[in-house]
């Protein structure tokens, strides 16, 4: 079984391999919806900031407009389902 520092580690990897995939262009890459539901999926605070900086374009110097909608609907969300 995973430690949660080794899960945390893991998650960081993956999320690191996800935005390094060229999404050609488009705002509907598969690798950036993946790397949403992995962070959403996290809560994990630094998981959540390092995607957040990509999102915002602090990374590569292009924001995924798109992508920020979709992650703030997907963080809400799971909110909402914590409270239930």
């Known amino acids: 079984m995973l430690t949660p ?5 893991c998650l960081n990897k993956a999320l690191n391999h996800l935005l390094n995939i060229p999404d ?6 598969d690798a950036l919806n993946l790397a949403v539901d992995v962070v959403g999926a ?3 605070v630094k998981l959540t900031s390092h995607l957040t900086n ?3 374009g ?3 110097g292009t924001p995924k407009v798109a992508y920020l909608m979709n ?3 997907h ?4 909110a909402l389902l914590c409270e239930l």
Do not use: I, K, M, Q
């Open 42 to 44: 996290a809560s994990d």
């Open 24 to 29: 050609e262009g488009s705002e509907n890459s």
């Open 71 to 73: 992650y703030s609907v």
């Open 58 to 60: 602090d990374v590569d």
């Open 75 to 78: 963080r809400r969300y799971t």
């Open 5 to 9: 520092v080794c899960y945390v580690l």
């Open 54 to 56: 990509y999102l915002l």
